[in-house]
């Protein structure tokens, strides 16, 4: 038998995660994006990681509830992305640029 997730977002898991818009989903992954990076430029690495963490559920709801496949491979591209990033960076990513992808959801467009 597999081993059962907890879950941080509780709430989320529980299906309300599946009735927000693709922005609003977006959007709360950017904020947890936005916390891991400033806990990493502050040098809080424990608290790093628990952001790191949050934002890898939330994008992980997000791909469990996406049907459309061109949505599914840009959701999944920015999970690899935020990864890449905070394993190692070996494509370069920006952080700057990498925000102002997730600040677009926020905004509301």
């Not at 990493?40 to 496949?69: H, S, V, W």
């Amino acid at each position: 038998m597999g081993e059962v997730k907890a879950y941080q977002y509780r709430e989320m898991a529980a299906g309300r995660w599946a009735e927000m818009s693709l922005a609003e989903q977006m959007g709360n992954i950017g904020s947890e994006v936005s916390r891991t990076l400033k806990a990493r430029k502050m040098g809080n690495e424990a608290r790093c990681m628990k952001a790191f963490e949050r934002a890898l559920e939330l994008f992980d709801l997000t791909i469990e509830c996406t049907k459309e496949p061109w949505r599914l491979r840009e959701i999944c591209r920015a999970r690899e992305e935020f990864c890449d990033y905070f394993m190692g960076n070996s494509w370069g990513t920006d952080a700057e640029k990498m925000m102002r992808y997730y600040d677009w959801f926020a905004a509301g467009r």
